[in-house]
């Protein structure tokens, strides 16, 4: 069974930074490419970032690119988020997920995410 415990979501002002990180249970993590997803009340659930399982190659949602960076420490079994310059309009619940299929490359289709974490709520104020 693989587990994804996402931390490090919370309140901040407009502007701000924080931190997310995602710890995974299972021991091939480094084999699998890694995601970011958030969903917003009302919306849909939206690629915001992806690293493949190496970590040398990555891919943004527009609304993020230039603000938030994704990385991972295959030693931790940790994928991070960095998110900074942060918006009213990026309040959500923020998910990781790990991706379906050996050694593939990153995607921004949740489908292709096998197992999700429960979630970590980022709440930005103007």
């Known amino acids: 069974q693989v587990h994804l415990v996402e931390s490090g979501g919370g309140p901040v002002q407009a502007g701000g930074s924080l931190r997310l990180s995602c710890v995974v249970s299972?021991?091939?993590?480094?084999?699998?490419?890694m995601g970011w997803f958030r969903q917003a009340p009302g919306k849909d659930r939206e690629f915001i970032a992806g690293i493949n399982w190496r970590g040398d190659t990555t891919s943004y949602g527009d609304s993020v690119k230039g603000r938030f960076i994704i990385t991972r420490d295959n030693a931790k079994n940790t994928v991070y988020l960095q998110m900074s310059s942060l918006k009213s309009e990026d309040t959500a619940i923020y998910y990781c997920?790990?991706?379906?299929?050996?050694?593939?490359?990153?995607?921004?289709?949740?489908?292709?995410?096998?197992?999700w974490g429960q979630g970590t709520r980022v709440t930005v104020s103007s």
């Open positions: 997920a790990r991706g379906r299929s050996f050694r593939a490359g990153v995607s921004v289709t949740a489908s292709d995410y096998a197992y």
């Open positions: 299972e021991g091939t993590f480094s084999a699998y490419s």
